[in-house]
């Protein structure tokens, strides 16, 4: 059942307006290994974007770059607009804390979407219902217990040591909000960063990682998702490599009536 009180994620990417910057805040709900969960960041720099009084559209990409360490506290984004035409904006956005260097670095773009001819080249994963599926119970970091994962295939077995070869990188699960919230664009780009780090399933051990760069597509406007009407999507993510210190990762977003919502891209690196 969905709450009507304010959800945890939208307290934790809430952005306030200033005279030439938006300002943030780190959320110990969404706090993980060593700072916060990336794709929280990832989805507040979304929102100030989609709060701008100059936004047109829906988002079509956000890339982000995670330059240095985030602290727990205050931020501020600088938004701008690069350019803009009759379909497109693109824009760019610098998160810093304290006056100082540039923690995060973004770019997005928003397109005016229109009626056009469609289709799905990509097969919906094969699955198994989420009502059917038991949820993992395996949580360490806070940032994983704000979410209900519940493994189809590939859950990660972190505790069986990494002498034996690697395993498979492969994982198909079902996402959502442990507390149910509907699922938008901002819930999208958070969930594209949600997977367990591949190399954790590979070596079947927690590795010290991190994100470098991370991008997200969105295959689906804010009139799609309204009529989707989802608390949850199905997910894939895979890996085709781990080489000298950095590793990739892509993953998939379906809605549970097969349309595909978002696909997601992102370079990591590992020490192992």
Known sequence: MLTKAPHLFDDATRVT??????????SDDYWAFVGPFGGATAATILRA???????????LSLTVNYC???????????????????????WC???????????????????????????????????RPFEQ??????????RVKQYD????EGEPKVASGSNAAPANAYSNLWISDRIPRKIDALSLMAMSDAFFARIFHVKRKLVPFGTVSLTTYFHADADDLAKEDITRVLAVADARIFHKSY??????????????????????????
């Open 149 to 152: 994962f519940r493994f189809v």
């Open 93 to 127: 956005v610098e998160l810093t804390q304290g006056g100082g260097d540039v923690a995060t670095l973004a770019t997005a773009v928003f397109a005016e979407r229109r009626p056009s001819w469609s289709h799905q080249q990509a097969p919906f994963p094969q699955n």
């Open 17 to 26: 307006a200033g005279d030439s910057r938006w300002q943030g805040r780190t």
């Open 49 to 59: 974007l989609m709060e701008h009084p100059q936004a047109a559209g829906d988002p």
């Open 68 to 90: 240095a360490p985030i602290a727990q506290g205050d931020f501020d984004l600088d938004v701008r607009l690069v350019k803009a035409n009759r379909s497109t904006q693109h």
């Open 133 to 142: 599926t038991l949820p993992y119970a395996n949580v360490a970091a806070s």
């Open 247 to 272: 590793g990739d990762q892509s993953g998939e977003l379906w809605s549970p009536q097969g349309r595909l919502l978002a696909t997601t891209t992102q370079i990591a690196y590992f020490k192992a």
